[in-house]
């Protein structure tokens, strides 16, 4: 086994193994591929790994939870099954990872068998399958004798709790998943139950394409992998879609993988370039972010600095897109402060307000173009007026639309949408009145799932040289802010270096001259650690020149052709990022979007960026 690459590739890329118990799982490879020389290649390579990394901890039975079900034996059946074409055609498609959720069913060998042969004709079908666990399990707090499901295992008569047997006697939302998903599986579909609050869902690879949430009531962001079930990176069930795309591309997963794997050894000051790279070939390697945020820990400012400069320039391409702005921005409200994220966070979850008037805002963090806002309102509970307002450059507040401009998609969960304007805007600020009470006894007057604001979102422009160092060290008389004082040199040509410290975006250098223009300037812009130029200007008399947004975080100017040079100031206007800024942008490029739970994923990579330690000016 330790010779045949594939299968070692395969073993890394199939996801985690329960506290680390690759040792069974092996064991487990080893013993099926003594007993069955097929397993060497091809499906049934896949199905023994798969079945090793998952019974490498005991999977329970279902209907007699102290029974562990028998790992070799499923492999046998399985390959028998899947000899005889018994499952539906995307099974023979599935790669490892995948499978892992179809021979990891809880339900025993004889009741896969009792599904196939049982389910209803409507749902024979890889798109409906899942879809039969509603049909066929009957909702039901009490059964037909009138004892509670409360009651445990009194509710089933302290029966096995067979799917043929909770076909009979009906149950709740747990027994209702549990059935959808082993009846998936049964037809080599993968899927799983996940938990929500209060309630037990189910995730099934519809038509062995993408992964649907199936009887859920609070959506992806609320879904956690159900105990028994083993995952990867995170028990969030969005990470499950994550591995979905991950194992889309296996080129790209396997090598991204195998350079977070040789990072673990000491590569010095390229430990941070090796991660970086991986990062970049499959963002969805989600452990390569977990192993780059601790490598800042380490690493050297022109090695971050060269690593992340493409990352600063792809970022900057993003913001131009107009796109949803609004997205995870600071928000304030007048009610309902601990709810308060939930107004933008692409989840639909509610901010419900009790007050028969009330007020939030959302910060965009720079002056931006407006093209659209939406406001998708929770049930009947809208507002029937309302302002809306922005903030100019000088951050004074101008009414730019009312109720009356809004185009109402419905009076129940519709949308409130409003053209964009031309002011650049910072903030926007939304007055609510006049109320709708909810219908359900919770007394709200206003609810609202979400608000897009969408536009291109601009980027906050300043001094960024100031009281930086500079070479030579005299020359730090140059950004100090002081224009009272005149600085002078007598040498032709004259050199001064401003260090920005972090790696920056350089729109221009304003010369701030004591008089005239004096002499030629030429302007260049580079990576401080490897003195790469990303810029340089030519040779001429300025008094402001443009770098275009340039990548760097060093300026170079060399004067000449005067006798002598006078300056009050020279100023570097741009916009500074630290490293775990970049990262982050990276992360909100790669992980765009709401669908399939994604602000969950953003959210836990940020939160995991944001706490690296790491106390160097470039961060």
Same mark, same amino acid.
């Given at each position: 086994?330790?010779?045949?690459?594939?299968?070692?590739?395969?073993?890394?890329?199939?996801?985690?193994?329960?506290?680390?118990?690759?040792?069974?799982?092996?064991?487990?490879?080893?013993?099926?591929?003594?007993?069955?020389?097929?397993?060497?290649?091809?499906?049934?390579?896949?199905?023994?790994?798969?079945?090793?990394?998952?019974?490498?901890?005991?999977?329970?039975?279902?209907?007699?939870?102290?029974?562990?079900?028998?790992?070799?034996?499923?492999?046998?059946?399985?390959?028998?099954?899947?000899?005889?074409?018994?499952?539906?055609?995307?099974?023979?498609?599935?790669?490892?990872?995948?499978?892992?959720?179809?021979?990891?069913?809880?339900?025993?060998?004889?009741?896969?068998?009792?599904?196939?042969?049982?389910?209803?004709?409507?749902?024979?079908?890889?798109?409906?399958?899942?879809?039969? =666990? !509603? @049909?066929?399990?009957? &909702? %039901?707090? *009490?059964?037909?004798?009138? /004892?509670?499901?409360?009651? =445990? !295992? @009194?509710?089933?008569? &302290? %029966?096995? *709790?067979?799917?043929?047997? /909770?076909?009979?006697?009906? =149950?709740?939302?747990?027994?209702?998943? %549990?059935?959808?998903?082993?009846?998936?599986?049964?037809?080599?579909?993968?899927?799983?139950?996940?938990?929500?609050?209060?309630?037990?869902?189910?995730?099934?690879?519809?038509?062995?394409?993408?992964?649907?949430?199936?009887?859920?009531?609070?959506?992806?962001?609320?879904?956690?992998?159900?105990?028994?079930?083993?995952?990867?990176?995170?028990?969030?069930?969005?990470?499950?879609?994550?591995?979905?795309?991950?194992?889309?591309?296996?080129?790209?997963?396997?090598?991204?993988?195998?350079?977070?794997?040789?990072?673990?050894?000491?590569?010095?000051?390229?430990?941070?370039?090796?991660?970086?790279?991986?990062?970049?070939?499959?963002?969805?390697?989600?452990?390569?972010?977990?192993?780059?945020?601790?490598?800042?820990?380490?690493?050297?400012?022109?090695?971050?600095?060269?690593?992340?400069?493409?990352?600063?320039?792809?970022?900057?391409?993003?913001?131009?897109?107009?796109?949803?702005?609004?997205?995870?921005?600071?928000?304030?409200?007048?009610?309902?402060?601990?709810?308060?994220?939930?107004?933008?966070?692409?989840?639909?979850?509610?901010?419900?307000?009790?007050?028969?008037?009330?007020?939030?805002?959302?910060?965009?963090?720079?002056?931006?173009?407006?093209?659209?806002?939406?406001?998708?309102?929770?049930?009947?509970?809208?507002?029937?007026?309302?302002?809306?307002?922005?903030?100019?450059?000088?951050?004074?507040?101008?009414?730019?639309?009312?109720?009356?401009?809004?185009?109402?998609?419905?009076?129940?969960?519709?949308?409130?949408?409003?053209?964009?304007?031309?002011?650049?805007?910072?903030?926007?600020?939304?007055?609510?009145?006049?109320?709708?009470?909810?219908?359900?006894?919770?007394?709200?007057?206003?609810?609202?799932?979400?608000?897009?604001?969408?536009?291109?979102?601009?980027?906050?422009?300043?001094?960024?040289?100031?009281?930086?160092?500079?070479?030579?060290?005299?020359?730090?008389?140059?950004?100090?802010?002081?224009?009272?004082?005149?600085?002078?040199?007598?040498?032709?040509?004259?050199?001064?270096?401003?260090?920005?410290?972090?790696?920056?975006?350089?729109?221009?250098?304003?010369?701030?001259?004591?008089?005239?223009?004096?002499?030629?300037?030429?302007?260049?812009?580079?990576?401080?650690?490897?003195?790469?130029?990303?810029?340089?200007?030519?040779?001429?008399?300025?008094?402001?020149?443009?770098?275009?947004?340039?990548?760097?975080?060093?300026?170079?100017?060399?004067?000449?052709?005067?006798?002598?040079?006078?300056?009050?100031?020279?100023?570097?206007?741009?916009?500074?990022?630290?490293?775990?800024?970049?990262?982050?942008?990276?992360?909100?490029?790669?992980?765009?979007?709401?669908?399939?739970?994604?602000?969950?994923?953003?959210?836990?990579?940020?939160?995991?960026?944001?706490?690296?330690?790491?106390?160097?000016?470039?961060?």
């Amino acid at each position: 086994l330790v010779h045949d690459r594939t299968a070692l590739e395969t073993i890394m890329t199939s996801g985690d193994v329960e506290k680390d118990r690759y040792k069974e799982a092996v064991d487990i490879i080893v013993k099926i591929i003594k007993q069955d020389s097929n397993a060497k290649s091809g499906l049934k390579l896949n199905l023994a790994v798969a079945i090793g990394l998952t019974f490498s901890t005991p999977v329970h039975s279902m209907a007699i939870s102290k029974n562990t079900i028998d790992g070799i034996a499923r492999y046998h059946n399985f390959a028998a099954w899947s000899d005889k074409r018994l499952f539906y055609e995307p099974f023979y498609k599935l790669n490892a990872w995948q499978m892992r959720y179809v021979v990891g069913s809880w339900a025993e060998d004889s009741e896969l068998e009792w599904a196939r042969a049982n389910v209803y004709a409507a749902y024979r079908s890889p798109n409906k399958i899942a879809d039969a =666990g !509603a @049909a066929m399990v009957a &909702y %039901k707090l *009490v059964n037909d004798d009138g /004892i509670s499901v409360h009651s =445990g !295992a @009194a509710y089933y008569y &302290y %029966k096995p *709790v067979t799917m043929a047997w /909770i076909h009979k006697i009906g =149950g709740v939302c747990g027994a209702i998943s %549990k059935f959808s998903a082993h009846m998936a599986q049964a037809h080599g579909i993968p899927a799983m139950p996940v938990g929500q609050p209060g309630h037990c869902a189910f995730i099934w690879l519809k038509n062995g394409q993408y992964w649907s949430l199936g009887y859920d009531i609070s959506g992806w962001s609320a879904s956690t992998t159900h105990s028994g079930i083993q995952w990867s990176w995170s028990i969030k069930s969005p990470f499950i879609a994550v591995m979905e795309t991950a194992q889309r591309e296996p080129r790209n997963y396997r090598l991204s993988e195998k350079l977070r794997l040789a990072a673990k050894f000491d590569l010095g000051p390229r430990k941070f370039t090796v991660l970086e790279h991986a990062s970049t070939l499959c963002p969805e390697n989600i452990d390569v972010w977990y192993d780059l945020s601790n490598a800042l820990e380490t690493a050297k400012k022109g090695t971050v600095e060269k690593a992340l400069q493409d990352e600063l320039v792809t970022m900057e391409s993003n913001r131009k897109r107009a796109k949803n702005i609004g997205l995870g921005k600071a928000v304030s409200v007048s009610a309902e402060q601990g709810s308060k994220g939930k107004l933008n966070d692409g989840s639909s979850s509610e901010w419900i307000v009790k007050d028969p008037t009330a007020w939030f805002e959302i910060d965009l963090g720079a002056e931006s173009d407006i093209t659209q806002v939406k406001i998708q309102w929770w049930g009947q509970s809208r507002a029937r007026s309302f302002d809306v307002l922005a903030t100019d450059q000088n951050n004074h507040y101008t009414k730019v639309r009312t109720e009356k401009d809004q185009k109402l998609t419905s009076t129940f969960n519709g949308f409130s949408i409003l053209s964009g304007w031309e002011m650049k805007t910072r903030k926007i600020k939304f007055n609510l009145r006049d109320g709708i009470k909810d219908p359900w006894g919770y007394n709200a007057y206003f609810g609202i799932r979400d608000v897009t604001v969408n536009g291109i979102l601009g980027r906050p422009l300043s001094v960024i040289s100031r009281d930086k160092p500079t070479e030579p060290a005299t020359a730090s008389q140059l950004v100090d802010g002081d224009m009272s004082r005149v600085w002078s040199s007598q040498n032709d040509p004259t050199n001064v270096a401003i260090d920005l410290k972090k790696l920056s975006l350089v729109d221009t250098v304003r010369f701030n001259w004591a008089g005239a223009i004096q002499g030629r300037q030429s302007v260049s812009c580079e990576l401080g650690g490897s003195g790469n130029v990303t810029m340089a200007t030519k040779e001429a008399s300025y008094k402001e020149v443009s770098l275009d947004g340039a990548v760097g975080s060093k300026i170079g100017v060399k004067m000449k052709g005067s006798g002598q040079f006078q300056l009050k100031e020279i100023e570097v206007v741009g916009t500074s990022f630290g490293a775990k800024e970049v990262l982050k942008g990276k992360i909100e490029e790669k992980f765009e979007g709401t669908a399939q739970g994604k602000a969950t994923v953003r959210g836990i990579l940020t939160y995991n960026i944001n706490r690296a330690q790491c106390s160097q000016d470039f961060c």
